[in-house]
């Protein structure tokens, strides 16, 4: 090493030669402040210290990353500062390298959504769900957040999220809940630390779906599968489905998936061994019966409604059958066009029947809850109106009432 103390300039690094031996050109401002040459030619800026000890102390080196020599300069001194605090910055050093390299290995919400997937989502869920899952955690979740580190992943970055998908509410929604999952799988997983979930941010109450086929919307679309059918634009298949849906109440996939194994004409029920809510038994109604009754059935095919290829019909398909109905019926509904509005025409039908007491509502629906019941209650507009119309009526004829014995009553005072 050479004994030389400069102060360590753009012109002193630019001028160092490289000797074919290593050597250090020492600043003459920070004691330990060099610039180092390798017999390469290589150059560094580095900060030379004893450990505590004394001279008994070891020899420490801390190269300083930068390009430039005041940058360098300030640097050292920082470094200075901590050796004469009792820090030892190569210490401080490797503790901060280490740090680094574990961060590199922390795993970010996107590795660990992907995990939740695989692992969770394809493995414990029904298809659908988990398709449905995947999809929102590659289209939504991943691009949004995906690149985070999972250890720092706060509340209000999930909020913000939310709130960039404002737009489309329900998505906004669905997103949140299956990352909230997410989340709570992951902790009992050790994939993220144990503490509050991140997802646990407050939403806003989602739209209720007010759309309500009327009467003689559900006549006109009956009217439609037929004109349909006669004209091979829907296949008999489908234009059974969509009967079935009216008439049974069922979800799109449960129609999708009934087999001529669960109809029992016997006890007058259908029956689903595996759905979405588990095994799943309705009453079969009298126009469902119907229907079935006269219903082609192909050898060797147990679905009722079959695809064209005899497997089973996927909703998808479906949805596309309905959707021509609708037109052909000139029935609109806008963003909620969805096979779910014959449900929650034939759930409201059901629910606002006074006939029917609630437990054999919900049994005749197929629901298992008082709350998602209530959702569904929802009382048509002429039903509506037609209410409003009697209580104004029992409304004016109390204030007649009334108005009348006012008038009696003053003549009484009056009279003599």
């Known amino acids: 090493m050479s004994n030389q103390k400069v102060r360590i300039t753009k012109t002193v690094v630019a001028e160092a030669a490289k000797t074919g031996k290593e050597y250090v050109i020492w600043d003459s401002r920070v004691a330990g402040f ?47 500062g901590q050796h004469h605090a009792g820090i030892d910055p190569a210490a401080e050093k490797a503790e901060g390298k280490a740090e680094a390299e574990r961060l590199k290995k922390v795993a970010t919400v996107g590795d660990v959504l992907d995990s939740f997937i ?12 988990a398709s449905e899952y995947e999809r929102i955690v590659d289209k939504i979740l991943k691009p949004k957040i995906g690149h985070l580190r999972i250890d720092a992943l706060e509340p209000k970055n999930v909020a913000e999220m939310y709130r960039d998908l ?27 630390p144990a503490g509050p979930n991140p997802a646990s941010i407050r939403l ?59 109809v029992d004409f016997d006890e007058g029920l259908l029956r ?35 695809s064209p290829g005899f497997k089973q019909m996927r909703v998808e398909f479906l949805e596309a059958g309905f959707e021509r109905v609708m037109k052909e019926a000139k029935v609109t509904a806008d963003e909620n066009a969805t096979l779910h509005l014959i449900r929650h025409w034939f759930s409201t039908k059901t629910y606002t029947d006074k006939s029917i007491p609630l437990p054999i509502a919900m049994a005749i629906v197929g629901h298992t809850s008082v709350a998602t019941a209530m959702r569904y209650a929802h009382v048509a507009r002429d039903e509506l109106r037609s209410a409003a119309k009697d209580a104004a009526k029992r409304r ?12 009696l009553f003053s003549m009484k005072v009056g009279a003599k």
Not at 120 to 129: F, I, M, Q, R, S
Not at 275 to 283: A, R, V
């Open 272 to 306: 689903w061994p595996d759905t979405k809510t588990g095994f799943l038994e309705k009453p079969l109604t009298d126009d469902a019966r119907a229907l079935l009754k006269k219903a082609e059935r192909i050898v060797g095919v147990d679905f009722v409604c079959p």
């Open 204 to 262: 806003k109450g989602s739209r209720r779906r007010q759309r309500l086929f009327s009467d003689a919307e559900v006549a006109r679309l009956m009217n439609a599968i037929t004109a349909l059918l006669a004209e091979d634009k829907i296949t008999k298949p489908t234009a059974l489905a969509l009967r079935l849906l009216f008439a049974t109440g069922c979800r799109a996939g449960e129609i999708c998936g009934l087999k001529w194994s669960g």
């Open 118 to 129: 695989k692992d969770h989502a394809k493995e414990t869920l029904k298809d659908k769900t």
């Open 166 to 192: 404002r737009g489309t509410p329900t998505q906004a929604a669905a997103a949140v809940r299956v990352l909230s999952s997410a989340m709570s799988w992951a902790e009992d997983f050790d994939l993220r």
């Open 34 to 80: 060099g610039l180092r040459v390798r017999a390469s030619g290589a150059k560094s800026f580095v900060f030379v210290y004893r450990s505590a000890g004394g001279r008994a102390g070891s020899v420490k080196r801390v190269t300083i990353k930068a390009n430039n020599p005041d940058v360098a300069y300030d640097r050292a001194k920082e470094l200075a």
């Open 396 to 407: 004016a004829t109390s204030i007649k009432a009334a108005e009348k014995k006012g008038r």
